[in-house]
């Protein structure tokens, strides 16, 4: 790690020029010093500009997370958080799973994640400027067995975040993705959760609670993504009186803000207390789905309901089936044959 590389960046976010020469004073190096870190930006895959006579420029200006303006959007619940932000980190899931006694409610969010997580085996891209990514560890009294529901509850945060920041397109897909639905009702994915639990199964257990949303993905960014993906600008666009780009520190200061309020709820009343709202959210409710579960088999259904537990409810043609684990899927479906199959 070059620890230039990202006073650099800083100086950089204001998407103008800077010279080599300029940048070499200011830090007190040589030129050669400053090519050194920015070579080592774009072995991160941060795209700089370099012209000859006028320096080095970012393809645009960029927010840089800032911990005061941060904890200014929290508000009131800032006193709840443990606020930490990385530079550069492989995964925050992974470097918070990794501390020792880290305090309640600790939030590491990171400018890049090298090493990304997502569900099932797969890699959250990330960019400089162009994603959100952070983890919030939570202290249960309970077990991690009674956490049945918890990013169900997570995504209830979620979207009353994007809701207060204007972006009403978005929708939930069980268990823990957050959608925008185009016209044939085929989702772009915005943002994702993952959580990863340590602790006994009875006794007081920690959640971590990764987080990553698109914000500003550059095309290559999206084309390098093995499915249909779409950013919260874009979103935002789409409202004809939102053409402001939103800002990431507001958007994490007021995500914790909301994640405080719904996990100290779900803390007294589980998933049973958020669960109608949560309903009112999912995309695919009472919809013909294809759930691909995790042993490589399918199974055909109408999405009935959530249990009071986070369980999906699915009328299949064996019955009402209850499912823990999966993905839905629409690829493939359709909506008359499935519902004449288990017979609605």
């Not at 890699?123 to 009294?141: E, M, Y």
């Not at 809701?163 to 044939?184: C, H, R, T």
Request: glycine content about 8%.
């Amino acid at each position: 790690m070059n620890k230039l590389t990202f006073p650099i960046l800083q100086l950089l976010a204001d998407g103008q020029f800077h010279s080599g020469e300029a940048l070499a004073q200011q830090f007190k190096v040589t030129r050669a010093t400053i090519w050194s870190a920015i070579k080592h930006a774009e072995a991160l895959g941060i795209t700089i500009f370099s012209v000859r006579g006028r320096g080095y420029k970012l393809p645009q200006a960029i927010d840089f997370l800032d911990k005061n303006l941060v904890l200014s959007a929290v508000g009131e619940q800032r006193e709840w958080i443990n606020l930490i932000i990385l530079d550069e980190v492989a995964s925050t899931n992974t470097y918070l799973m990794q501390q020792k006694n880290v305090p309640h409610a600790t939030c590491v969010a990171a400018h890049i994640q090298t090493n990304g997580k997502g569900r099932r085996g797969r890699t959250w891209v990330s960019q400089l400027g162009a994603s959100l990514t952070f983890s919030l560890a939570w202290r249960f009294q309970c077990g991690a067995a009674a956490l049945s529901g918890l990013s169900l509850a997570v995504g209830v945060a979620l979207m009353r975040t994007l809701a207060s920041l204007g972006v009403n397109q978005a929708q939930l897909k069980w268990p823990n993705d957050v959608l925008v639905l185009d016209e044939n009702r085929q989702g772009k994915k915005l943002a994702g959760i993952l959580i990863e639990l340590q602790g006994d199964l009875d006794g007081p257990s920690t959640a971590v609670i990764g987080i990553g949303i698109n914000l500003n993905l550059p095309k290559t960014v999206l084309e390098s993504i093995d499915q249909p993906t779409t950013d919260l600008n874009k979103t935002a666009a789409l409202n004809k009186n939102n053409n402001q780009p939103i800002n990431q520190n507001f958007l994490l200061g007021t995500l914790l803000k909301h994640l405080v309020s719904v996990l100290s709820n779900f803390e007294q009343l589980s998933f049973v207390g958020l669960r109608d709202e949560w309903l009112s959210y999912h995309a695919y409710h009472r919809q013909a789905v294809r759930m691909l579960l995790p042993n490589g088999t399918e199974v055909l259904g109408v999405v009935k309901n959530v249990a009071d537990d986070g369980i999906l409810l699915v009328d299949t043609p064996l019955g009402l089936q209850r499912f823990s684990a999966g993905e839905i899927s629409l690829r493939g479906v359709n909506m008359q044959g499935v519902r004449h199959v288990v017979g609605d």
